[in-house]
């Protein structure tokens, strides 16, 4: 059976890492763009990564961020792959040499077939709804403007909690998902282990069902 890999983003504390991990996550994301209130530095970021197993990758999410702003990231954490989520061309996303995930902001009239083209030298394109602003907004889109066969893989994000994301992963088919505020209950950056482990437990769920029903 397939699985939707799983990445919980917007962590600032041991012990929320310790819970993602321990609920499922296959990545965790630090937020380098400091105008956020899950922002941590690179040496902060770098305390936290130590808590993670071997195979959970440590994403870095970075907004508009100059080269030295990137480097300093990588060399605290040289295995962590780069997340993109301000206007930065493909040969910004490319300069670095890493591999990496350059966000997509959806509305209606975005052509994401030409942006997926634009960008096909990322890992995956990761899909967040168009708000104000840069980074993530916690707002749904509208899944139906997800194109078939984009000819990238994708990492649906915006607005996902454990009551939605089930019908998003039926709908959407993605290969990834992408939570920070519908796991949190205190708090920006601030996690819920008990919605961190509900989350994961229905994308499970939704793999077991697309799994079993291919044609929904």
Same mark, same amino acid.
């Given at each position: &059976? *397939?699985?939707? #890999?799983?990445?919980?983003?917007?962590?600032?504390?041991?012990?929320?890492?310790?819970?993602?991990?321990?609920?499922?996550?296959?990545?965790? /994301?630090?937020?380098?763009?400091?105008?956020?209130?899950?922002?941590?530095?690179?040496?902060?970021?770098?305390? @936290?990564?130590? %808590?993670? !197993?071997?195979?959970?990758? =440590?994403? +870095?999410?970075?907004?508009?961020?100059?080269?030295?702003?990137?480097?300093?990231?990588?060399?605290?954490?040289?295995? &962590?792959? %780069?997340?993109?989520? +301000?206007? $930065?061309? !493909?040969?910004?996303?490319? #300069? =670095?040499?890493?591999?990496? %995930? #350059?966000?997509?902001? &959806?509305?209606? /009239?975005?052509?994401?077939?030409?942006?997926?083209?634009?960008?096909?030298?990322?890992?995956?394109? @990761?899909?967040?709804?168009?708000? $104000?602003?840069? +980074? /993530?907004?916690?707002?749904?889109?509208?899944? *139906?403007?997800? =194109?078939?066969?984009? +000819? *990238?893989?994708?990492?649906?994000?915006?607005?996902?909690?454990?009551?939605?994301? @089930?019908?998003?992963?039926?709908?959407?088919? !993605?290969?990834?998902?992408?939570?920070? *505020?519908?796991?949190?209950?205190?708090?920006? /950056?601030?996690?819920?282990? #008990?919605? &961190?482990? $509900?989350?994961? $437990?229905?994308?499970?769920?939704?793999?077991?069902?697309?799994?079993?029903?291919?044609?929904?």
């Amino acid at each position: &059976m *397939s699985r939707t #890999r799983i990445k919980i983003c917007g962590l600032t504390r041991e012990a929320d890492v310790l819970a993602a991990v321990e609920a499922g996550a296959d990545a965790i /994301g630090f937020v380098f763009y400091a105008k956020s209130a899950r922002y941590v530095s690179p040496a902060r970021a770098a305390e @936290l990564a130590r %808590l993670l !197993p071997p195979f959970v990758t =440590p994403v +870095g999410l970075f907004v508009n961020a100059s080269e030295a702003e990137i480097e300093a990231g990588l060399k605290v954490l040289p295995n &962590m792959l %780069l997340q993109f989520h +301000g206007d $930065e061309s !493909p040969q910004d996303c490319e #300069r =670095p040499g890493r591999p990496f %995930l #350059r966000a997509a902001r &959806m509305e209606p /009239g975005f052509d994401l077939l030409d942006y997926a083209q634009q960008y096909s030298a990322a890992q995956a394109i @990761l899909l967040d709804a168009h708000v $104000e602003g840069y +980074g /993530g907004g916690g707002k749904v889109f509208d899944w *139906s403007l997800i =194109p078939k066969n984009l +000819g *990238s893989p994708l990492v649906l994000s915006g607005g996902l909690h454990a009551g939605n994301v @089930l019908a998003g992963i039926t709908q959407a088919r !993605p290969w990834a998902v992408d939570v920070s *505020s519908g796991v949190e209950a205190q708090g920006r /950056g601030l996690k819920c282990a #008990r919605l &961190m482990r $509900e989350f994961c $437990e229905a994308v499970a769920q939704a793999d077991a069902l697309t799994a079993s029903n291919p044609e929904i």
